[in-house]
C-alpha cells in the first residue's frame, strides 16, 4: 500500500486537467457530470465511484480500475490509526 496517497481528484487535477490546459467547466462537461461534482471530486470532498471511473477512463484514456485502485488506497490509507470497535469471530 502507498505511503499517505493524494486523493485521486488531486491526481486528476495534476496529472489530466492541468497539462491539458482544461478548465473545471470544460473537464465537468466533457465527463457530462456537474461543474460542482468535479470541483467537488478534485478538493477531495467526495470520491471516485465505479460510474466516474469509467468517465474518466473514456476522457482521459486510462483504465477504469486504475481510478478505483488509486480511490481504494486513499480510502484505506485514511482508515489507518483509526479505532474501530469489532470483535473477532472464532469457529466454535
Known amino acids: 500500500m502507498m505511503h499517505n496517497p ?52 473514456i476522457a482521459f484514456n486510462t483504465t477504469p480500475e486504475s481510478w478505483l485502485t488509486q480511490q481504494m488506497q486513499y480510502d484505506l490509507w485514511e482508515m489507518k490509526g483509526k479505532k474501530i470497535k469489532v470483535k473477532q469471530i472464532k469457529a466454535a
Open 6 to 57: 493524494p486523493h485521486p481528484g488531486e491526481t486528476i487535477k495534476k496529472l489530466c486537467i492541468e497539462p491539458l490546459g482544461l478548465t473545471i467547466t470544460e473537464t465537468a462537461k466533457a465527463l457530462g457530470i456537474s461543474r460542482k461534482t468535479l470541483s467537488e471530486l478534485i478538493n477531495g470532498h467526495i470520491g471516485i465511484s465505479p460510474e466516474m471511473a469509467v468517465r474518466l477512463s
